[in-house]
Structure formats: structure tokens, C-alpha cells
């Protein structure tokens, strides 16, 4: 098909070409292909005069436009084609009389007023009528009329048979060339669509494309065969229509904080009437793929991976409190010594607001911290005399043990590295390594401080304990040495807890 003559947005006379595109096996129709392209530039050439030597001779395209005339083509006094439209009136108008008398000989004024003679022919294919005009006076000139009359009948039917023929060529090739670009792309499109469903209907996770109005556009057959549905049945439903009340409730609530960011929520949501957790990702998607707001949901389960990881976290809680209890027993004088660091240090982590994994490092960490002294003759570690330089030497190395020791355990966070460090201090006069400053790792100062508070507070087997508030005033004195803001939060738990409350805390 054809779409008649128009201005496009440059004011270019444009015409559109369409050819219908088939399935390739049956007769489904799949969609249209359309070419669109300027053609003044190829249309008015052909209606340049050629072989005759008059003045005032013009050829003109005209149609019928309601009840007007509307001319298709450029005019000798300069106006653009589409811009001039006059009444139809057939008997007084040559370009109107040749829309109602197409092939027929008259005498006429034309747009500008002048006497002239006229002749037609309607053109096949479109609504246009090809029109032939000379000025009277010129055309009934001595010994041209008749002559003349014969050249522009002739003219009439070469220009229309060649406007008919490069039209019908030129849109034949191009909607062939048209039709064969756009069977390619959708049979490409086809094989990845089939594509794309192979993949998403063999996939244990759930997907589904969810529009700004929390309704489905799209759900894989793994989500609709968990719920009970047909894929076909999702399209234009809501969250709750499909998944129940309860599990929309929860997904909108925990999916609408969301951001322009793909991001993860672990929810329990029970689904097929089976109760299970899942790994919620929302990912945004661009608006042209099913408008504003929409977003790819994924839904994988994970229940069965966080029950391994809750079971190998337990087994590592039962390795680090029998590390410990070995530990105690081995030093009977830092007997669950190691238990208050862990969770003193614990604490002094959530005060500075850090987050769960420096929290979970400082805990096992502070657990372990003493795990080098059972390289240590336990006669040394209950010794209550004055320590030897060898034994001394061998006691202030424990660090650097306990270190080697758990750098071939395999934690979440720098376990070793805080055990290690923690004997540094700021001022570089720590060991083993007489690390400074930022050199010594956050997890490293923490313990560091709250080591040696508990060191202070608790008795040995050459001293007494010290009172904490005593204790923490010396940790202040020497703030050169320890993290401010660890002696800070340290101060702070202090402060909160008398005798009573302290004690109990330990007995708990």
C-alpha cells in the first residue's frame, strides 16, 4: 500500500510505503513493514517538459481534497508543492475541470488567473490527476494549434505511463526490500524469544516482570507451576490475586524501599503451600520495556544454602568455645578471660555503629585471643614469681602464634590479622610487628583496648585486679596508644552498668 503525498516535519512532500510480512510456514499475518522517504527530489523531475519549445506550457499534479484542489506539485510563479489549494469549480478552474473530466480537451483559467488550455489523465494506483496546461494565446499562436494540441496529448500519456511505471517500480522494489529486512528481523527475534523462554522456563529461580502498578506483565512457567497457574494466566494480574494476600503484602512492603539499584532481601515467604526463604532481587528495568516503574523480580531459594551456612556456623561457634575452654583450662588464671574480651568487644563494635561483620570478627577474634599461650609451658603461665627474660620472652611472643595458627583457618573476616595486631599500639611501640596509626587494622584496635581492660580488671597469678574505673582511666591517660574512639564507646558501656549489672552480665 501507498500512503498519499504529505509534509513531513522539514517540510519535505514524503511519501509511506507498506508491504504486509507472513509467517513463514501458514498464512499469519505478522506485522507490516513500512518504508517512509522524501520524493520530491525523484517525482518532480519526471514532470519537466522534454521536446517542446513553448513558453508557457506546465505540467501539474492535482487531486480532489474534500472540496478543493489541491496541488501535489511546484508552480511557475514558485509555490511549494502542498501549499496551494483553490476551489473546485470544473467550470472555471483548469486544474478542477481535469479532476472531473480526466483525458478531456477544455478551455480554462488557471491558478493565476490566465486563459489556457487544459488536458488530463488520472494515474493509476493513486489519487492524482496529471495535468497539461499552456496559455491560450500562445497555444492558438498561427500554425502551432494543431500542432501543438497533438505534442501535449502525447506528452500527456508518455508522462503518465512514466510516472506510473518509476512509481509502481520504485515502491515494488522498495517494499520488497522493505518486506525481506523485516522477515529477517522477526524470524531473529523469533529464535530469540524461543531462546530467552528456554532459558527462564528451565530455571529453578522465580522471574517475573511486574509493572508500577504491582501487577505481572510476565511470569516463568518454574513460578507458575509452583503456584498451580498457567503462564498465560498471569498477564494484567496482581501480586495477591497470584501469590496470596500475605506473600504480597510482604514482597511490596520489602521490595518498596527499592532504588534505582539492583538489590537483594532475604524474606520467608510461603508459596505452593510450602514455606520457604528466598533471595528477592529487584532489578529496575529501562520504561520501553513495559513502562515506567516496572522491574524484574527474582526469586531464588535459598533455603536449603542458609541452613548449610547456619549449621557450618554452629559447628565453628562449638570449634571456638572448645578452643576456649581448652584455653581456660590450660591457664587457670585467664579462666573465661577470653569469653569477656569477645563479648566486651562485641559490644564496643556495636556502640561505634560498625557493621555485623566487624561485630562477628571482634567476637571470634576475642575468643581466640589468647589461643598462642598453649604453646606455653602452663608452669610458665601460673608461675607467681617473677618471669625470667626467656620466659618473658616466650610469654610476650603468644601474638605472633596465635596468629600462624589461625592464618590456615579459613573466617569471614581478618580473624588472624586482629588476633595478630592486637598487641600493636598506635604510637608504633606495640608488638610483635611495632605497627602505627592506621597501619593496625580497626578490628586489631578494639581488641587491643578491651584486652587490655579486662587484663587490668581481672586478677593474675602475681597480682590483684584492678577496679574498672580505675582501669579505664589509665586506658584515657595513654590515648596515644589506643583508638579514642574505641576508649570512647569502651567508657560509655562502662558507665552504664554498676557492680551488680557488671557482674551479672558475665553470670549471664
Excluded: C
Excluded at 277 to 289: H, K, Q, T
Amino acid at each position: 500500500g501507498i500512503r498519499d503525498l504529505y509534509l513531513n516535519s522539514a517540510s519535505e512532500p514524503s511519501m509511506a510505503f507498506f508491504a504486509p510480512i507472513h509467517a513463514v510456514q501458514g498464512d499469519q499475518l505478522l506485522g507490516l513493514a513500512m518504508a517512509v522517504r522524501p520524493v520530491g527530489t525523484e517525482l518532480y523531475p519526471l514532470l519537466r517538459q522534454r521536446g517542446l519549445t513553448t513558453e508557457t506550457h506546465e505540467t501539474l499534479l492535482v487531486r480532489r481534497d474534500n472540496d478543493q484542489v489541491l496541488y501535489l506539485s511546484p508552480q511557475a510563479d514558485g509555490t511549494a508543492p502542498l501549499k496551494r489549494r483553490l476551489a473546485l469549480e470544473p467550470e472555471r478552474l483548469a486544474a478542477a475541470f481535469a479532476l472531473a473530466h480526466p483525458g478531456k480537451f477544455a478551455e480554462r483559467i488557471d491558478y493565476q488567473g490566465k486563459d489556457v488550455l487544459v488536458i488530463s489523465r488520472a494515474l493509476t494506483g493513486v489519487p492524482w490527476v496529471l495535468v497539461q496546461k499552456i496559455d491560450r494565446a500562445e497555444a492558438l499562436a498561427e500554425a502551432r494549434g494543431h500542432a501543438l494540441l497533438i505534442g501535449l496529448l502525447l506528452l500527456v500519456g508518455v508522462l503518465g505511463i512514466a510516472l506510473v511505471a518509476a512509481w509502481w517500480y520504485g515502491s515494488s522494489v522498495r517494499s520488497q526490500q522493505a518486506a525481506a529486512r523485516l522477515q529477517e528481523a522477526n524470524e531473529r527475534i523469533l529464535g530469540q524469544s524461543l531462546m530467552l523462554n528456554a532459558i527462564t522456563d528451565n530455571t529453578n529461580d522465580f522471574l517475573a516482570i511486574i509493572n508500577a502498578g504491582e501487577s505481572f506483565v510476565f511470569a516463568n512457567r518454574t513460578l507458575a507451576e509452583a503456584v498451580g497457574a498457567g503462564v498465560d494466566e498471569f498477564a494484567g494480574k496482581t501480586l495477591s490475586a497470584m501469590l496470596g494476600a500475605d506473600v504480597a503484602k510482604q514482597l511490596e512492603s520489602d521490595l518498596s524501599d527499592g532504588n534505582d539499584q539492583a538489590e537483594e532481601l532475604v524474606v520467608t515467604l510461603e508459596i505452593g503451600g510450602r514455606e520457604r526463604r528466598y533471595s528477592n532481587f529487584r532489578i529496575p528495568l529501562p520504561e520501553a520495556v513495559s513502562g515506567a516503574g516496572s522491574y524484574l523480580l527474582v526469586m531464588r531459594d535459598v533455603t536449603e544454602l542458609l541452613l548449610a551456612e547456619e549449621r557450618q556456623e554452629r559447628l565453628m561457634w562449638e570449634l571456638v568455645e572448645t578452643l576456649s575452654g581448652v584455653l581456660d583450662q590450660h591457664d587457670p588464671y585467664s579462666a573465661n578471660h577470653s569469653q569477656m574480651v569477645a563479648r566486651l568487644a562485641e559490644e564496643v563494635a556495636g556502640l561505634m555503629e560498625l557493621d555485623r561483620g566487624v561485630q562477628q570478627t571482634v567476637r571470634i577474634a576475642g575468643h581466640l585471643i589468647n589461643i598462642g599461650k598453649l604453646s606455653i609451658p602452663r608452669e610458665v603461665l601460673t608461675k607467681e614469681g617473677k618471669l625470667t627474660d626467656e620466659e618473658f620472652k616466650l610469654l610476650s611472643g603468644h601474638l605472633g602464634r596465635a596468629r600462624e595458627i589461625l592464618s590456615g583457618i579459613e573466617f569471614e573476616g581478618p580473624v588472624a590479622d586482629a588476633v595478630g595486631q592486637s598487641g600493636e599500639f598506635l604510637d608504633g611501640s606495640g608488638r610483635p610487628d611495632g605497627l602505627k596509626g592506621e597501619a593496625i587494622i580497626l578490628p586489631a584496635r578494639i581488641l587491643g583496648a578491651v584486652n587490655s581492660f579486662v587484663a587490668m580488671t581481672r586478677p593474675r597469678a602475681w597480682r590483684k585486679g584492678m577496679d574498672r574505673q580505675a582501669a579505664i582511666d589509665q586506658l584515657v591517660t595513654e590515648h596515644d596508644r589506643y583508638d579514642r574512639r574505641v576508649l570512647a564507646a569502651l567508657y560509655h558501656f562502662i558507665s552504664k552498668h554498676d557492680d551488680a549489672a557488671w557482674d551479672k552480665l558475665w553470670d549471664d
